[in-house]
């Protein structure tokens, strides 16, 4: 399979976007959650699924519907998110343009992520 | 062995030309607007093109929009300029090439008035008249070549520029016969617009080029597509353009040594010309192209020397290459003041790189042979 | 790596075929065949020879007179010098124009810079499977109508419009009658002397010829009159002005030739190859085909594929040479909007793509451009929640 970076997407995305890891879901159990950020009409969805022991997450899966940014960031976010306590350790849409050089059109992505995270803190400060 | 005199017509191509645009005739190169693979590495090849044309006249990439040769330039500058704008005066050099005339006059029926620039006896603008015409007012557009088709006369386009823009008027230049003959710096001309053509440099047919200052709006000609900006749509023609490309580039580097060349056979045709009786030779007083001369011998017509000339193998031509006027005097000619019967006799001879001395030898044989039998 | 790549995007461009290459060679003279078909000596006589001898291949095609063959740098310029040429000529304030919403943006982007100089313009909208019909276009005519532009076939959907039914009927009305048959030339019979269309535009690059060559046939009797749009010169019967360019001409001469002799052929091929890709396809759930079956060019195959978002699947399928909207930079684009015109919402339209296919199409490229389209659709629909069903 000769899967091409041809229009160009920053090294961090294409790269996320290639293979990521993480993808799917958790078993539905008391200590997951599961939440989302996006819309349809944005043409992006994210879906986290968290398992949770005392505030961190101890296992993490995403899904995803959009566009090569979007993957790579509900990749980046899963990956970021394993072993930390979110509410301490909290990701912003600028962190996501800088490890991912998200560039100014695909904004939004990095948007959702933050979303997504925001959504997470509160689903556990609940 | 037929002698080819007729360069301001069209050139050869260059084999390293042909060589460049080569690759872009056998792949499967796609459209360079489209996504994939090959129209990426064909669009690679547009932009690299656009830098070497770009450094042969002294402008920024950016400022280049393909065509599909000088004309199309020319229409786009002339229409596509004055298109956003409300009707006021235009103004073209009366020698100017039929394509900037046409595209000009054609403004009348939008409410333009489109006026001539009378030029000397030696081809050069009447500065004296054209500053009566700009003082007059109202004046958007101003049109003067470079380097006239016909007798390679040399317009001094700095000067317009500084007039016309005092007077609140663009200009345009037409480049076609400058280009790769004689220095062309876009910026020092003082240009608003400048039309170029790869088929008078050793480069293919069918591809031209619109230089144009980013200050300068432009509506499209050519509406459809996002090519070129929005400017002009229509698919790109690549191997072209890789050829124009590659022709501008070795137009820069051999400059020096091409206009020499040429102009050591002009020498020599010039000075064997003094020596046949009744020759009047066009634009002799003024600066011109080195490669260009145009002659005409007392009480021969044009088209019957042009034609004994052509059976004995030398291909040169009366003035334009165009599909209208035939039988009808040069208007270059004409504009500078010769009566129809001389201008009926003209014969434009226009040197290229492979032209040889033996040839003018040749040519000058010829001539004195038809003269003789007079 | 550039080996493994699948080219299914005929319809944006096709390669030039060897045979073509080899006609244009000797007029990319750098000793010979360099001369400017309009000059008075050998070398021009001698391109200009070559000029007329493609002029009648071209014509030959489509069932034209040779003199009715005006050369221009390419469809879009054809499409230019024919709607504005027509309604210049005839005056266009006051004037009314009827095209479609799913035509090329060469014609919509001209239609739409007529309304900006007074003249009305109607666009059809089509039906589901992108059809207009020819009753929709008689319809629309108004006492002021003067010009009907209309693509014989659609470059997105490939679905064939009504033309030859319609031409007659525009004919017996004094409308005048331009086709965008771009999409149509060497793939469908095309018959000029049967079919009273009055301008057709028509291509190069899309059949196996030059890109940068186009050519515009203007119908001698009745006469269509023009207005030239680039002036200067007075080439092509004064019609369209500048130095032809040999090669380009004899390359499309030569293109058009071979599109002749093997025009049934290809045909019965590429459809066969097209619905080999459909079927082998077909095994993905929720996918839709988008465009009339019944009236498809053999080229063209559009497909929906719903819950795999557009612009993942294109990067996905890097190796695959296709098309999705109108060709454009990068891989965010707008979605289709002749796929919006059939109705199609935005996120549908842009989950599809184009497959177009052609001469060197093999059955074992359509294979594998299946295997890998059924590998990323079912990726993409994996990855999001809910299988990509929002
Ligand atoms: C001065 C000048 N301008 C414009 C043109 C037209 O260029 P093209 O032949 O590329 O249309 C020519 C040559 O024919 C020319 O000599
Ligand atoms: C239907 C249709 N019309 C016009 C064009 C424009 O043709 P060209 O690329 O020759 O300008 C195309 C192709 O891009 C097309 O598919």
Redesign the pocket.
Known sequence: MNRENVFGYPEPVWARFEAPARAGELMAAADVVVVEAGSPAARGRLRLYAQLAGGRVVDVRFQAYGCPVTIAVGQWVAEQLVGADPRVHRLTAADLRQALEITDDKAHCALMGEDLVLALVKRISG | MAVYFDHNATTPLDPRVLEAMTPYLTGPYG?PSSVHRFGRAARDAIEQARQQLADLVGCRAAEITWTSGGTESNNLAIKGATDPLAPGGVLYGATEHPAVMEAAESLTRRGWRVEPIAVDATGIVDWAAFERQLAAGGVRLVALMRANNETGVLQDVNRAAALGHAAGAMLHVDAVQAAGKIPLDFRALGADTMSLSAHKLYGPKGIGALIARNEIELAPQHH??PQERGLR???ENVAAIVGFGVAAELARVELEARAAHVLALRDRLEAGLAALPGVCIFGAGAPRLPNTLQFALEGFEGEALLMQLDRRGFGVSSGSACASGKGEPSHVLLAMGYPRDIAFGAIRVSFGQRNREEEVDRFLQALRELAGQR | MTDALIYLDY??TTPLDPAVREAMLPWLGTVDGYGNPASDHAPGRAARAAVEAARAEVAALIGAAAEEIVWTS????A?NLAIKGALEFRGGDGAHVISSRIE?K??LDTCRYLETRGVAVTYLEPDRDGLIRAGQVLDALRPSTVLVSL?WV??ETGVINPITELAPRLRERGVLFHV?A??AAGKLPIDLAATPVDLL?L?A??VYGP?GI?ALFVRKRPRARLAPQMHGGGHEQGMRSGTLATHQIVGMGRAFALARKTMAADAERVTALRERLWQAMSVLPAIARNGSVGHLAPHVLNVSFAGAEGESLRARLSDLAVSSGS?CSSATREPSYVLRALGRDDETAASSLRFSLGRWTTPEQVDRAAQRVIDEVSWLRQLAPDGGAA
Request: avoid cysteine; charge should be neutral; hydrophobic fraction near 30%.
């Open positions: 459209n459809g597509g749509g229509g698919t | 319809a944006a390419g469809a879009t310029e499409n090329h060469a014609v693509m659609n470059n965008d771009v999409q535009s291509s690059h899309k890109k186009g060709a």
